[in-house]
């Protein structure tokens, strides 16, 4: 059931139960999940636990998907394409383990995102937005071919429990 998206290095598949510790870990890391707009902290074992239910339980092939990154067998991430709203346009967001940081994971993982969103999800355009302090991940969307729009918005984070700015961008067909 679900995707399983090979990368060079990676695995983008379903999680699983396996998959809550290393996710808890990771996602437990307020660098982590500040940059985020739905994971809170702190981030205890058991709601890595119910992501996962929720996750695997809501699947659908046309749907949101979220996805776990296996690395060497490993959980290093994670990341999705979704709708916020039933007619929005299909935003791609990721989070990678403090770990893996700076080695082109999330390059590599967000090119798969946006495969998964054209490929499979049939979208024209994608959108991503960044908070604006954190402008590494404006770069990584800059590599995978988005554009900033010029537009800002205030995108609530639950890690930073309010809302932030952040940084609007688009691709459409880079």
């Known amino acids: 059931m679900g995707p399983r998206i090979e990368t060079e290095r990676c695995l983008l598949r379903l999680p699983d139960m396996d998959d809550a510790p290393a996710v808890a870990l990771y996602c437990g ?3 982590v999940a500040k940059n985020t707009a739905r994971i809170p902290h702190p981030y205890p074992r058991l709601g890595a636990e119910m992501w996962v239910l929720i996750t695997r339980a809501g699947w659908k092939p046309k749907g949101n998907q979220s996805l776990t990154v ?4 490993q959980v290093i991430g994670g ?3 979704f709708k916020r709203t039933p007619s929005s346009q299909w935003e791609i967001g ?5 770990p893996w940081w700076g080695k082109g994971f999330a390059t590599e993982i967000g090119q798969a995102l946006v495969d ?6 049939g979208a024209t355009t994608l959108t991503a937005a960044h908070a604006d302090d954190n402008p590494a991940s404006g770069r990584v969307l ?4 988005f554009s900033y729009t010029g537009k800002t918005g205030q995108h609530f984070s639950m890690a930073r429990m309010g809302s932030t ?8 067909g880079a």
């Open 79 to 81: 990341g999705g394409v």
């Open 70 to 73: 296996e690395h060497d067998g």
């Open 116 to 121: 998964l969103g054209t490929k499979t999800l």
């Open 165 to 172: 700015r952040c940084l609007d961008m688009v691709w459409s």
């Open 94 to 98: 990721y989070w990678i383990g403090r």
């Open 142 to 145: 800059e590599k995978l071919g």
């Open 29 to 31: 890391d307020y660098d």
